[in-house]
């Protein structure tokens, strides 16, 4: 099968996938490389409307846009992601901070921690915000 290429985990030019695109790699991430039939039976658990047909061609363009890797060596072709999923996540952070927060990292995290954070999750960043001064 093919793997994660070591290029594609540093690299931008990888195209940003939709809302839609995102759903199936969220699956892929959490369960590996899939073949179509594997991926929806996967999605269709959280969208029961989502045709096979549906996901086999979001697959096929996500493959032709470099977002997965297709593995053609057995008769049902095996997808799996291109990136890493915190390559991605910290690709796309890095995309939203610039658009939306004008680049500041510091903007972003306010905006996060005005009602996006439960009390665990702050007690959780306060730790880890205490760590880091200790280091």
């Known amino acids: 099968m093919n793997s994660v290429p070591k290029s ?8 940003k996938p939709t809302a839609s695109e995102l759903n199936l790699l969220k699956i892929l991430w959490q369960q590996g490389p899939m073949n179509a039939k594997q991926v929806h039976e996967a999605a ?6 989502l045709a096979y047909a549906t996901v086999l061609r979001h697959l096929q363009i996500m493959h032709g846009k470099g977002i997965l890797t297709r ?5 049902s072709h095996v997808y799996a992601p291109s990136q890493e999923q915190d390559s991605l996540q910290t690709n796309l952070l890095k995309d939203l901070i610039q658009k939306v927060f004008a680049g500041s990292g510091k903007a972003l995290v306010l ?12 007690n959780e960043i306060e730790q880890i915000l205490q760590e880091e001064k200790k280091s």
């Open 8 to 15: 594609a985990s540093s690299t931008s030019a990888i195209p």
């Open 111 to 122: 905006a996060a921690l005005r009602g996006h954070v439960s009390a665990a999750e702050r």
């Open 71 to 75: 593995d053609e060596s057995q008769r």
């Open 44 to 49: 269709h658990a959280e969208r029961p409307d």
